[in-house]
């Protein structure tokens, strides 16, 4: 496994697992060990996903100690707010088990995430987060962002995969020292991702999959992934990416394949704005 140094000498997995869409905890707490074993050490979840504690089971059970294992875990919206954060965060904490957690991310830029991060920021510096950073923040949000913060985000998780390459926003983080994150690598297996004609011929010439091609792609442009999965060998898979590199030519191909929008989310939608406030994960 390789890492990446954040923007406070932290270092970060460059591939990791994500748990998003598995609610079931008996299947989370399988999956995440599973993972575990077959070497993933960086696991993505969120208050929001509703695992946590499933999580959590799987860490305390998987053998390997705290300081190898990288947890990263998100505020939800209902939380965006000074008071609120502090609690999510303690929250957060003993839902996973943990006293610490190496990356937590504000989930979306809405609501009052200033507030939020300045709870963060305390919470940072108490040694509670090793880490902070955001998600979903796109150039224009993440650079006023980054003018008015104190602590900058060492992450910024955002979609990208090989339809949706957002180069402005990767440029808004390299200015600013931020590690961009994809979530989606694999646009959660939109447009035929796993047989694209381009990503499984380029696969062939290496003997790897459409998907290994997605990952390595991301990784190869300074990008960290979080793939999920629930299946044991397509987690194998997803993490055999290390023993190949992409040519320039075929890092161009791909290039080719961006949509230039997400066809997941769209921020600048009121309704899916409206749908994010209205979602509640406590009473
Ligand atoms: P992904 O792009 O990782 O795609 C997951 C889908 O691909 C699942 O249906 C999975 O199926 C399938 N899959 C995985 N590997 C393979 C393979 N090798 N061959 C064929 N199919 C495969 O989607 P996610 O949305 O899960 O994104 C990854 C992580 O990013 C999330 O789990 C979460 O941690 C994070 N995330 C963060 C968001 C944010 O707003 N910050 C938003 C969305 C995700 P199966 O499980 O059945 O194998």
């Known amino acids: 496994m390789e890492y990446v140094t954040l923007n406070n000498g932290v270092k970060m997995p460059l591939e990791g697992f994500g748990v998003f869409q598995v609610p079931d905890p008996i299947q989370c707490e399988k999956a995440v060990r599973d993972a575990i074993d077959v070497g993933y050490r960086l696991i993505d979840t969120a208050a929001a996903y509703m695992n946590e504690r499933a999580v959590g089971a799987a860490i305390a059970k998987c053998g390997i100690p705290r300081k190898d294992l990288f947890i990263t875990t998100k505020l939800w919206v209902q939380d965006a707010s000074y008071e609120g954060a502090k609690r999510a965060i303690q929250t957060s904490l003993d839902n996973l088990g943990l006293d610490y957690l190496d990356l937590y991310l504000i989930h979306q ?128 898979q997803n993490f055999d990416i290390w023993d190949f590199s992409l040519t320039k030519e075929e890092m161009a191909q791909i290039d080719a394949l961006d949509m230039g929008h997400s066809s997941i989310v769209d921020h600048s939608n009121p309704e899916f704005i409206k749908m994010l406030h209205s979602l509640k994960i406590h009473p």
């Open 109 to 236: 830029p809405v609501k009052d995430y200033m507030g939020a991060w300045r709870a963060m920021e305390e919470a940072y510096r108490d040694g509670k987060l090793r880490a902070i950073g955001v998600s979903n923040f796109h150039a224009a949000r993440l650079l006023d962002f980054c003018e008015s913060v104190e602590v900058k985000p060492a992450v910024d998780q955002v979609e990208l995969h090989p339809f949706f390459h957002q180069k402005e926003t990767l440029k808004t983080m390299s200015d600013y020292g931020v590690i961009p994150q994809a979530w989606g690598p694999f646009a959660e297996g939109q447009f035929g991702i796993f047989t694209n004609p381009i990503l499984t011929e380029i696969g062939r010439t290496h003997g790897k999959t459409a998907a290994q091609v997605a990952l390595s792609w991301n990784i190869q442009r300074g990008v960290v992934v979080i793939p999920k999965s629930v299946h044991r060998d397509r987690m194998e």
